[in-house]
Nanobody
Framework: QVQLVESGGGLVQAGGSLRLSCTAS????????VGWFRQAPGKEREFVAS????????DYADSLKGRFTISADRGMDTVYLQMNKLKPEDTAVYYC????????????????WGQGTQVTVSS
């Protein structure tokens, strides 16, 4: 069983930055892929970014390329989401998720989920 804990959320003004962390514990190994998703009030959970196989493959939602960066430490125990030039529409609960299969953009591809961390961007 894998446990995921997100941290780093908070309140930030538009144009500011935040770095989220997702720390994994339990039965982790190098064949491990992690994705970030977010869910705004009244909206469906959506894909943000993913990192696969020791950081060899990265993927981003098209609308977030250039502002968000996903990275991981060497052992994939902690995965980061650097968010720059934040906008009010980035306000959401951000979740990390993990899978031992290939990472993807769909919620169903992930087996383990964290509890989420709130990001609020004020205008």
């Amino acid at each position: 069983q894998v446990q995921l804990v997100e941290s780093g959320g908070g309140l930030v003004q538009a144009g500011g930055s935040l770095r989220l962390s997702c720390t994994a514990s339990g039965r982790t190994d190098s064949n491990f892929a992690v994705g970030w998703f977010r869910q705004a009030p009244g909206k469906e959970r959506e894909f943000v970014a993913s990192i696969n196989w020791r950081g060899a493959m990265l993927d981003y939602a098209d609308s977030l390329k250039g502002r968000f960066t996903i990275s991981a430490d060497r052992g994939m125990d902690t995965v980061y989401l650097q968010m720059n030039k934040l906008k009010p529409e980035d306000t959401a609960v951000y979740y990390c998720a993990a899978t031992r299969q290939h990472a993807g953009r769909y919620i169903g591809q992930y087996d383990f989920w964290g509890q989420g961390t709130q990001v609020t961007v004020s205008s």
